[in-house]
């Protein structure tokens, strides 16, 4: 037991005197940088040590830092008991009292929200869909995240319980009432569609809109030009659509212009060149995908991009390989 | 709601149900519910005390307090204390009535009894068996008296159960009374193996009271044996289908309803506060 709370008073003993240790140089620096020691913040110590200790290393955490203590040393959990040997935390017994406590919390939450929802049910008022909580954009900590929080050591078990509970929780119709125990728990994520600047339409002389775009497609390039205010011509290398003599070549021509709901509205003349029917068809439509992202809202480029217009086929041909029959297939194998 | 006549009534006590030393005994609950006045002092007397093996002592001696704390002087007054019968004065926290209130009367069907619970049990209605009350009434006063000396000795209470619809209470009863509770998964060495469960030598509880005795599924919590083994003393409420062997102060009772339960939290809350509080009397300081 002494043994015990002399380590925690060691501990906190180290993160004073480390503090300490990191204002002391954080004036130094300033003072060799030529600032003004007291508003010189972390990021300056950043800067600061990074111009005085320039690295070559390519690792981040290879290189020289100097960060606060507490970012240093992992965060350990707090004297648990006192000197008479009685536990602070009520579930102490447990192993794991902060896991187990945030379950209690939850708990009563739940019970809190359905004695709330049962006197509204009184007054005949049900889930408000304006006050619902809005958790998009967001999702539930991971594990080891979760563990930092806690500064508890969790199982998989554990977590997934954990995730279940809350979403329970989360999936009640007066959740709102909550909101700052449930985001206490998720985190924002990162969008991970980079949206890619879509370039603005041009005029012609006479004031129509247009939009130029290439499209390749195995060893086909197309340069195609979609003009607004159109009457759904299309000219393929001076030609009509029947330049491609089978439907699925023209079906793929079309298919950007029908599913954008353009099909009448825009002319579209494209050259191509290289390659065989299918690659040619296949880069015009990349083409004129890319072009009609100019004339169309947010939602249907959207709506594009899932529908796979916008990916551009990156599939080439295949060589075969000795001793095989194609890229793939092999000769007949037998046994004996 | 009236009691039906049990079919196997083995009543005990005297056949006079007037007389000033009567037990108030199941087979009058039965025919009417009515509250005795017994004799008693300090305004007792709307009470039925069941039995009356064990009368209560009204005057007790405030305990003194210390000018200086000496360890001698308080080790005095707390050896003093076990003088009482019932120094706490934990029988006015409860009635009989209370108890058939809270349905803790209510036992399990026949097929699950366990053999050493008959000697706890009433008699059976339509295959339902039902509790005695008065020996319930009688060693939950043991319990409860128990209770509150340990928390007089400032000893660690660890509430137990692992029935998930009273989780939630028994961790609110335990806070409430500056308690512990376990109502989780009990990991093997928690009692035996605790150094290295906890990572350093930490204080084991000093009394376990136990809310549930069995798991959700069929099997005796772990930490009635476990705390047998380590020489902790226990307190335990046992329904029909429970084994009392190993706690020391087994309590038989209904624990599947939420009222029993909540009852029982109740009474073991206020024992501790009550051991609590005349410690703080005694030490004087907080």
Not at chain 1, 282 to 287: C, D, F, K, W
Not at chain 2, 136 to 154: C, D, K, Q, S
Request: net charge positive; aromatic share 10%.
């Amino acid at each position: 037991m002494k043994a015990y709370q002399e380590k925690a008073q060691a501990l906190d003993a180290l993160m004073f005197e480390k503090t300490t240790e990191y204002e002391i140089g954080r004036r130094h620096l300033a003072n060799m940088m030529g600032e003004d020691p007291e508003t010189f913040t972390d990021e300056d110590i950043d800067t600061a040590i990074e111009y005085l200790f320039p690295s070559g290393l390519f690792e981040p955490r290879a290189r020289p830092l100097m960060k606060h203590p507490t970012e240093v040393f992992a965060r350990k959990k707090v004297a648990e008991f006192d000197e008479t040997g009685r536990p602070f935390h009520v579930l102490f017994y447990t192993g794991l009292p902060n896991y187990y406590q945030v379950l209690h919390d939850l708990s009563e939450k739940v019970r809190e929200l359905d004695s709330f929802s049962d006197r509204m049910m009184q007054y005949n008022i049900h889930k408000d869909p304006e006050r619902t909580l809005n958790v998009g954009g967001t999702e539930w900590v991971k594990k080891e995240q979760l563990e930092d929080i806690l500064l508890e050591k969790l199982k998989d078990k554990q977590y997934e319980f954990f995730v279940r509970s809350m979403n329970r929780l989360l999936d009640h119709p007066f959740s709102y009432r909550v909101e700052e125990f449930i985001m206490k728990f998720r985190k924002h994520v990162q969008i991970s569609v980079i949206h890619k600047e879509i370039p603005k339409l041009m005029f012609t002389a006479e004031g129509t809109p247009y939009m130029a775009a290439v499209g390749r497609r195995k060893t086909s390039t197309a340069s195609v030009t979609v003009y607004g205010r159109g009457s759904g011509k299309i000219s393929i290398n001076g030609e009509d659509l029947l330049y491609f003599k089978y439907i699925q070549d023209r079906e793929q021509v079309l298919f950007p212009l029908q599913f954008s709901g353009l099909l009448g509205k825009v002319d579209v003349v494209a050259d191509v060149d290289g390659g065989g029917f299918s690659g040619q068809s296949g880069a015009i439509r990349y083409a004129i995908s890319m072009a009609v992202r100019s004339f169309v809202d947010e939602q249907m480029m959207e709506k594009m991009r899932l529908a796979g217009l916008l990916t551009r086929d990156p599939r080439r041909h295949e060589r075969k390989k000795p001793g095989w029959k194609g890229a793939r297939a092999k000769y007949t194998w037998k046994k004996r | 709601m009236r009691l039906p006549q049990p079919v196997n009534n083995t009543v005990p006590g005297p056949a006079m149900p007037f007389s000033p030393t009567t037990t108030l005994n199941m087979a009058t609950l039965g025919k009417k519910l009515f509250i005795l006045s017994v004799r008693m002092g300090r305004g007792l007397w709307h009470r039925g005390i069941v039995s009356s093996s064990n009368p209560v002592q009204s005057a007790v001696e405030p305990l003194e307090k210390l000018q200086e704390s000496s360890s001698d002087a308080i080790t005095e007054q707390m050896a003093k204390s076990l003088k009482y019968p019932d120094f706490f004065k934990v029988a006015e926290l409860f009635t009989v009535e209370d108890l058939f209130n809270a349905r803790v009367h209510l036992g399990h069907r026949e097929g699950s009894l366990n053999d050493h619970m008959s000697q706890f049990i009433f008699g059976s209605r339509l295959s339902h068996l039902i509790f005695d009350l008065d020996q319930t009434a009688t060693l939950l006063r043991e319990a409860l008296n128990f209770t509150a000396h340990i928390a007089f000795r400032g000893g660690i209470i660890l509430f137990v159960g692992r029935i998930p619809q009273h989780q939630v209470m028994i961790e609110n009863t335990a806070k409430e009374c500056g308690e512990y509770a376990h109502t989780r998964y009990w990991q093997g060495g928690v009692l035996t193996n605790s150094t290295i469960q906890f990572g350093s030598v930490i204080r084991l509880p000093d009394l376990i009271i136990f809310l549930h005795t069995m798991n959700n599924v069929i099997y005796e919590h772990t930490a009635i044996r476990d705390a047998a083994k380590m020489l902790i003393p226990t307190v335990g409420i046992v329904d029909t289908n429970c084994n009392p062997n190993l706690i020391t102060y087994p309590v038989p009772g209904n624990d599947d309803s939420a009222a029993s339960i909540s009852l029982f939290c109740n009474l073991f809350k206020a024992a501790i506060l009550r051991g609590k509080e005349k410690r703080k009397e005694l030490l004087g300081v907080h």
